[in-house]
């Protein structure tokens, strides 16, 4: 007897099971079965039997799952309790997938088992104590958000250090091809013509750290401080830098932290102070080209840097790219702390709300560890990617690569997140979220979904919130599905309401019963989306669309399935104009621009290929599908590369329903029940199966070690209650009943910062002993598959769980 070919012929036969089962219970969309249940008596009984017994098999499961562990066991007497109870349903998954991570670490011998008092030790100390009453710094701004701006971004940078074009250059707008006025990135030129110093293609002997135990930062929190700061910064020749950023109680999201390390010294830097603005000085270090600025996973901080403080970065070596370049089996920064120092980042502190003052000495800690070796790690790196490239090939010439990659970085531009209520796109539109998410709407529902994620938009702007705050997602679904008519049944409906919904709850009933009013006569679900997704398909694939002027539409194998509304999409021109500015402007071709720029009023897209059934995206946390809040890569900037890589190298995961990691096997996809089943095919043309395994990736795209998941888990869990009920949310926390913390004129917490030296607290001996390296299943990976990269970066703006 062999176990473990007895266990991969048990594993085999399961999973044959499953994908049989799962390809017959995809073979009629979900969409068809109300159909053919009036057809059918027969067909409607038998679906309902084996829809008790599946309920039942389900609920058993769970409760053999949750035996042995704290989670509550969910009933699941019908269907409609599935959704109720998913907080459960994922809560036991959780769990299940936690012991299975622990009982292979345990396995591999990669962990000790701990004594339950150890367990209560460890779990005890990594605790974020979230503050109950935390008032909103962005109100003691000098510049406080509106978050109504339209049109492009105007730079906020007042001078414009190491120009080569003058600042009032940078900031002439342009109408771009599609007629959406724009500003330049206004330090374009500079890093476009920007050249790496000819040192950085030497080897060199790494310069050591100084010990991170025994050093501590320099808190920066006054504009003396500084000023300071800044007179060290320009005495280096190359320097670290980071950034950590709150979204929750915010439209836009706020740099919180920013950190700084030269090769012998740290500064935090608390970008919460009314006079935050003035950071702006920092151009003269981070725009100076005799200055390398190393970053790791860039691409957010940049915006970021743009969007609050007015920040460039000329000179950027992102290792980020580095690592993907030299083809790590990990990217993440958590992943090249290990690999170069043997350090364990304390990555559970990543979501932690980085409003709290003072910080915490983990939340010092964790923020300072992010860039106090990043420059011996990039070191380290420089030499491997010399080592590794053969200069006199363009394709070999990895230190190249990574330069040009990280140019592309730094030229990012933050574009305002404007709301397109009619087609739903963009980072903060409706189409990203209802498209994931298998629902059957009859025209009224889907009206109602629409105008109640566009009022929770206006609402979130309105009051400075993100939306996630205001309402989670589910409570949309469930509004749309159950149309409540009064106050009373939207309480009951999305159980946990924010103060803001309760206050402005008349409202919602007004805009529930105006827009299932106007959905009667309204386009059928499928319809929209498949139609919206061939737009997005089409401006994509910009060669593939063909745009005509008078509606008509090509033929195509796609418009069969459109049922109840004519062949043509019809988009008002402004609206496109605006869009392709946002979304997709840079993909268009000339030739498109010009055609579009000649259009008056309708334009009718007739598209070649079909969609893709599956969406077609994970994000880090693996949150459910409705949650899937606007995320950082959901900028315009981060979309349309994401596009574009799409469009290159198409690698798809399919996220079903819920649970945080979903794994796919061979053709094994979830079909949403928009009645695309016909049209599964991929941007080859060719039926797409999946068989990556979806994994837990980090904002950097790279594998997640154990402790990043369970911390992900447990953030996500926290996510999920704000999802679901609103737990955790801190709605309380409008409540005066303390002193609110004077952001403006707080005293340096300088002094109140400092970690005790010698604590062993932060010390990497003692961080080892706590907690050993954790087995990482997928470390043996070549790579992390390509496609996946741009859609797990999404997120905030509006992160929380790295995330289109
Ligand atoms: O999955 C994630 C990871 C990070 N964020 C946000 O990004 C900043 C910076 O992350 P670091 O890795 O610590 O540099 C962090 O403060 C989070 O706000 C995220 O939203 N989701
Ligand atoms: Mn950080």
Redesign the pocket.
Known sequence: MDPAADFKSLQETIQTALIATTRTATSISAGDIPFQRTLDPQLASTLDTQNARLLRLTERLLESVATNSHSTTPKLPDIESIDNNWRDVVDVLDSLLEKADTSLDEFTGAVKRMTPAEEQGAAASKAIVYPKHLPKPQLSFEHVPTNNETGGFKPLLTSKPHAKVPLEEGLKTYIDASGSEQYPHPYQVEIQSYKYPASLYEKTEPIQYLPFESTTATFVDTPEALAAMLAELKTAKEIAI??????NRSYIGIVSLMQISTRNKDWIIDTLKPWRRRLECLNEVFADPSILKVLHGAY?DIVWLQRDLGLYIVGLFDTFHAARTLGYPGAS?AYLLKRFIDFDAQKQY??AD?RIRPLSPELFDYARA?THFLLYVFDNMRNELIDRSTFSNPDEDRIQTVFEKSMETALQRYEHPIYDAKLGLGPVGWYRLLSRTPVTYSPEQFSVFKAVHEWRDKIARLEDESVLFIMPNHAIFTIARTLPEDKTSIFAAIHNVSPIVRMRADELVNVISTAKAAGKDGPQLNDELLKIECIRKAFRRQDAAVITNNNTVSETPVLENIQSNPLTITVETPLLRAKSSQFWGSLLSEDMRQRIKSFTSNISLALPLPPLTAEIFSD??GSTLEDQTPK?EDTPAMQEEALAEEVQDEVFTVKQKGGSRKRTADGVTKEPAHSFSKLNISNSGATEEFNDDQIML??DDAPLSKADKNARRKEKKRKAAQETSGEGLNYDDTVEDEAPFDYANAPSVLKAQQPEKGSGRHGKTDRKKKKPQGFNPYAKMADVPKGLARSQRE??GR????TS
């Open positions: 980071d950034l950590e950023h709150h979204d957010m920064l990543q979501m980085w992010d880090a946390t950082v980090g904002k997120s905030a992160s929380k769980t790295f």
